[in-house]
């Protein structure tokens, strides 16, 4: 199993930068605003939308960086299924962004094939 320098320099920067910065800024909130950030960020419709979008991209990015096969399959399954939930959503707000997501996510999904 071959590491990727540049690719793990890239996965720090693109995860662990806003990771941090969240986290800090979560630790800064009050305790009322703390558990209303819980409450969305457990919500069906936040897990089922971006969390299966965050996953499947985190997911093709290690792939990458380790070179496993399974793990880029099972980040563009779950970048799927995001872009599946996320249409359907956005679907009943504006037609026009729930195509945009559909166009974007076929583009990243193309660009890691």
């Known amino acids: 199993m071959n590491i990727d320098t540049d690719g793990l320099v890239t996965v720090i920067i693109m995860w662990g930068t806003p990771l941090v910065m969240m986290s ?11 558990a209303d950030v819980r409450s969305d960020f457990s919500s069906w419709r936040f897990i ?5 979008i965050s996953a499947g991209t985190f997911l093709m990015q290690v792939a990458s960086l380790f ?19 996320n249409t359907f959503n956005q679907w009943k707000d504006s037609k026009m962004k729930s195509m945009v997501v559909i166009a974007l996510l076929s583009f990243v999904i193309f660009i890691n094939l």
């Not at 096969?69 to 872009?83: H, T």
């Open 24 to 34: 800090w800024a979560y630790w800064k909130m009050s305790a009322e605003d703390k």
């Open 48 to 52: 089922s939308t971006i969390g299966f």
């Open 67 to 85: 070179g496993i096969d399974i793990f880029k399959i099972s980040g563009i399954s779950l970048l799927v299924l995001g872009g599946i939930f």
